[in-house]
């Protein structure tokens, strides 16, 4: 069993009364393990049949699984393909309670290492924004990677406080979640060096950091919008106390039902203010009745670590308590085929501004094979690196950010090169020359290490099937050189380029397989 502090017992025992020893039980339970798909990506049902594990569905969200510890998924090809995020199973509810669609600006304030954002981002399939903040630089480094692996196209990842995002961001998102920094309680099971360094003021040193993190999120957030605030610890003081805070304080944010699910408890209005703990308890003031509407996740109720959730909405001036508006206008433009995106390609790369003729005839040659639908006035070179920026961001100067949009490679010397979160980006269908692996075939680790594969069997198949197809030699003859998009199984994993039968690797050194 875990080792507890004592004062943290003596909180808990206070706070959950007849229900502490249950609580108290439940850490000499095994820890839970939890993979999320990535619906943008693969879709739940195809995942089952194509995944080598042994699955139980996490039932209160949609796209989660539990996981036996020996399947060891993080190792598997698919993990790298960005099929799937490993997650604490009660970590994924707080993205799965945030109600969002394709169009919506979309911020997770406190993003880092990616768990949550991934999630949201993954909803948008393309559409909208999604900014993903956070304070620390070299969790934001994890952050870029891991939305990167997951192909999000359309984010913005930065390294502010909340003060600076609230001055560029004023009313300016449709959805925000503040998974908050939090003393962590909900995690000393499955991490007991948690517990050791916990003490018994740091939930009052969290909820200060906590009521300036979610009054900057109210700042940003449009009217009409909903907020998520969420922690993975117990105490009142981060939870209920935080919620109650940002009520008393705005008039025009009200608390929310979250889709229920058997074992959420609800949140406790008499622990809204300090005080709650006190052997006076007849003088203890109530908070908010509607903090019932709020959500306790506990280990002894659910096969989880523990949670707490808060959806919050903000009125527009003229909507009465519990209504909703939300009048923005979401496009459903349909995909558009190969003729008109070369056709967009070679009309939209020559208005880029900043680029040559070189350039430009970089650009058009590569993009040709390339059938994504893209906007081409959303893209930017910037010192030859070439990216395609979210449209909804628009200028917005004096921020640390580590990525702008979707880096789609480097114009070196007159030739493009195309980048791994392009690739990551990409859908098999959406690139002429691929080169497509069985997860079984030694060549996918290889891949992954970064060695140099032999593909001419592949290379033969792909010329049969175009020949078969009747396909312009133009078309024959780019799917035996140049660059080839490797995938897994129909998913990308990144890029090669073929040369008389071989494959060179040119898969990110940084993100190579170690082990």
């Known amino acids: 069993m875990v080792s507890l502090p004592r004062e943290f017992e003596i ?12 609580f108290l039980d439940s850490y000499d339970r095994p820890r839970n393990f939890g993979l999320r798909v990535n619906v943008d990506k693969i879709s739940t049902e195809e995942f089952e049949k194509k995944a080598p594990f042994h699955l139980t569905k996490i039932p209160w969200t949609e796209n989660g699984y539990y996981y036996e510890e020996q399947d060891m998924p993080a190792r598997h090809p698919f993990y790298y393909a960005g099929l799937y995020y490993l997650q604490e199973p009660s970590a994924m509810t707080p993205a799965s309670r945030l109600v969002s669609q394709p169009g919506d600006r979309v911020l997770d304030l406190c993003a880092a290492p990616g768990g949550k954002a991934t999630e949201l981002g993954a909803r948008l399939h393309g559409k909208g924004v999604l900014v993903a903040n956070d304070i620390s630089a070299s969790r ?22 909340p003060a600076k995002l609230a001055e560029n961001f004023p009313e300016f998102f449709d959805k925000i979640l503040v998974d908050a920094p939090c003393s962590g309680e909900g995690m000393f099971r499955k991490d007991p060096a948690v517990a050791k360094v ?6 009052y040193e969290c909820a200060k950091q906590q009521k300036e993190i979610i009054t900057r999120a109210a700042q940003m957030l449009a009217p009409g919008g909903d907020l998520l605030y969420s922690t993975c610890t117990f105490s009142p003081e981060e939870n209920e106390q935080v919620i109650q805070f940002l009520l008393d304080s ?5 608390i929310r039902e979250i889709k229920p699910f058997e074992g959420f408890a609800p949140g406790c209005p008499d622990v809204a203010y300090e005080g709650w703990d006190s052997e006076e308890s007849e003088n203890r003031k109530m908070g908010s009745a509607d903090l019932k509407k709020c959500v306790r996740i506990w280990p002894h109720k659910m096969a989880g670590e523990g949670h707490f959730l808060a959806l919050l909405h903000k009125r527009v001036p003229e909507e009465t308590a519990g209504e909703q508006k939300n009048d923005r206008v979401v496009s459903n433009k349909s995909e558009t085929t190969v003729d008109e995106q070369k056709n967009q390609v070679q009309g939209g790369i020559s208005d880029i501004k900043g680029i040559g003729k070189p350039e430009t ?6 993009f040709a094979d390339v059938s994504m639908e893209m906007n081409w006035k959303q893209v930017e070179v910037r010192k030859g690196q070439v990216y395609l ?5 628009g200028a917005r100067k004096g921020l640390v950010f580590l ?5 789609l490679g480097e114009i070196r010397k007159d030739r493009f090169e195309p980048s791994q979160s392009f690739a990551m980006a990409l859908k098999k269908k959406e690139y002429m020359a691929v080169i497509d692996l069985d997860y079984s075939d030694m060549r996918v680790e290889k891949y992954l290490r970064g060695e140099t594969l032999d593909v001419d069997d592949i290379v033969a198949k792909n010329l049969q099937a175009a020949s078969e197809a009747d396909l312009p030699k133009a078309v024959r003859k780019r799917l035996e050189k140049g660059w080839q998009l ?12 073929l040369v008389n039968g071989t494959l060179k690797n040119k898969y990110h050194a940084g993100w190579r397989m170690k082990y």
């Open 403 to 407: 990525r702008n949009g979707l880096y």
């Open 11 to 22: 909180k808990m025992k206070k706070l959950l009364g007849a229900e502490y020893e249950e």
């Open 389 to 393: 920026v979210p449209e909804a961001l």
């Open 486 to 497: 490797v995938c897994v199984n129909g998913y990308p994993l990144g890029w090669g380029k």
């Open 361 to 366: 005839k970089a650009l058009t040659e590569f």
């Open 250 to 254: 705005r008039e025009d944010m009200e």
């Open 140 to 161: 934001a480094k994890a952050l870029l990677k891991n939305v990167e692996v997951f192909g999000i196209r359309n984010s913005f990842i930065v390294n502010e406080v």
């Open 198 to 203: 916990w003490e018994g003021n740091k939930p």
